[in-house]
């Protein structure tokens, strides 16, 4: 059980200095109790108080990094069960196995390639996280050499004799790989070279009992940075212990299990495979390790995760103004659409689609959909036609037409008595589907 606020404020100073940022030392205490701030903003606390609240200060799942730089991936530090309590922060790593015994054009080929893997969706860049070495002996070594020059993404070394795993640390160790795994008989060796070299260690037990026991001693043996595996491959079994884990370190504190998890997905065939990532995603895994790179796994597994790891409570947005698609001139058609990051680049993916360069004037809904936001009167007839007026849409064209979404057809009349009867409003589709063949049959410029 964790300590309360005013266990907390025992410890605490209590001179009410607001060095911390928070006017009260309760105050202080009841953000610390809720993991909402850690304890080293508090400047005068005394080292006794630092050890007694170690534990209430620590995040309940631990923030774990894999790899140096711009793609290092950090895992861990989640503070709830479902999304809609709060948000999840760090999306799950997605990792590619690779094999060590497969030639060297080969392997230097697919080490590349997981590292350019890159999607363009609602404005951002989906990539692959992890490149999941797996081998023996000395072509284990060489690989791990190979890896570590080429690969962009991190590493995640799979190999459990801590000799070998020992020499591919010393060709690698600079790139913080993840040393996977320990377990109970080699415990104690693997956790020496994760602390000699500074890296984090995935631990593995044959079930949840074994798993703490085997996280307990790595710790002890001065392994900070985990990584949990249950042990589990089936489904069922891996999601169980995923939702038993989480529930453990949230609910119970219970620190042995206060970790990130990684998971490997499997099956008869690509579409299983990504089928039981997909679940491991949402539930709750830290990473997920995959064999297959069709283009179309690796789209919908990106995509899940921008899905489940987007804030619920602050939608993905665009700024709003006016878009330039394709290169419009004086007689290009005006649209008119909302923020809403998924909404805006639906409606660009399908008038580039039309093959006819348009104007969109994207007005801030605070990133709603249209029918959201015109529902919440965010995307009125006179906020749409103040945009208009001041991004001086009149300027850009000879024509006075603007399309609005088929939703809002009822907009239409109340529209043009705001832009003075100067603008004629045309009622486009009411889907985004539709503007291809709308603009193709009903635009006149």
Not at 237 to 257: G, H, Q, S, Y
Not at 367 to 377: N, P
Not at 393 to 409: C, M, Q, T, W
Request: glycine content about 6%; charged content about 25%; aromatic content about 6%.
């Amino acid at each position: 059980m964790g300590l309360t606020g005013l266990d907390i404020f025992k410890q605490l100073p209590k001179t009410n200095c607001s060095d911390c940022g928070v006017p009260t030392c309760l105050a202080f205490a009841m953000k610390l109790a809720q993991k909402q701030a850690s304890l080293d903003q508090c400047p005068h606390v005394s080292e006794e108080a630092k050890e007694a609240l170690s534990g209430a200060s620590a995040p309940p799942i631990k923030l774990v990094t894999i790899g140096t730089g711009e793609r290092k991936l950090e895992v861990g530090n989640e503070t709830v069960l479902f999304r809609h309590e709060e948000t999840f922060y760090h999306p799950t790593g997605i990792a590619v196995s690779v094999d060590a015994g497969l030639p060297e054009d080969q392997l230097a080929a697919r080490i590349k390639a997981i590292g350019e893997v890159a999607f363009e969706r609602v404005g951002q860049t989906l990539t692959l996280n992890a490149v999941a070495l797996q081998g023996e002996g000395e072509a284990f070594v060489k690989a791990a050499a190979l890896a570590a020059e080429q690969s962009a993404a991190p590493l995640i070394l799979m190999n459990e004799d801590p000799a070998v795993m020992g020499e591919a640390l010393k060709v690698c160790a600079e790139k913080r790989p993840l040393i996977y795994a320990a377990t109970a008989e080699n415990v104690d060796a693997m956790a020496g070279l994760a602390k000699e070299h500074n890296c984090p260690l995935a631990v593995r037990g044959s079930d949840l009992s074994s798993l703490a026991d085997v996280s307990a001693k790595a710790q002890a043996a001065g392994a900070t940075d985990l990584i949990l595996d249950s042990g589990a491959r089936k489904p069922v079994d891996v999601l169980e212990n995923e939702t038993a884990i989480r529930r453990a370190a949230l609910k119970r504190r219970f620190r042995p299990l206060g970790f990130p998890t990684i998971v490997f997905a499997g099956g008869a065939d690509a579409l299983e495979e990504t089928q039981q990532a997909a679940v491991y995603i949402a539930k709750y895994a830290g990473i997920v390790v995959i064999d297959n790179m069709d283009p179309w796994e690796l789209l919908t597994l990106v995509t899940v995760r921008q899905n489940i790891y987007t804030d619920p409570q602050k939608p993905i947005q665009i700024e709003e103004g006016l878009y330039e698609i394709g290169s419009p001139d004086e007689n290009s058609p005006v649209m008119v659409t909302t923020n809403f990051s998924l909404t805006y680049f639906t409606v660009e993916g399908d008038v580039e689609a039309s093959r006819m360069p348009a104007w969109v004037v994207v007005v801030d809904t605070e990133g709603t959909s249209v029918l959201t936001a015109w529902a919440a009167e965010k995307f009125t007839a006179e906020i749409i036609a103040e945009k208009v007026k001041a991004l001086d849409v009149a300027s850009k064209v000879k024509h006075r037409k603007v399309i609005i979404p088929g939703h809002v057809a009822v907009l239409s009349g109340k529209l043009e008595e705001e832009l003075s009867q100067e603008w004629k409003v045309i009622v486009g589709p009411r889907e985004s589907s539709g503007i291809p063949s709308f603009l193709r049959t009903s635009w006149e410029g």
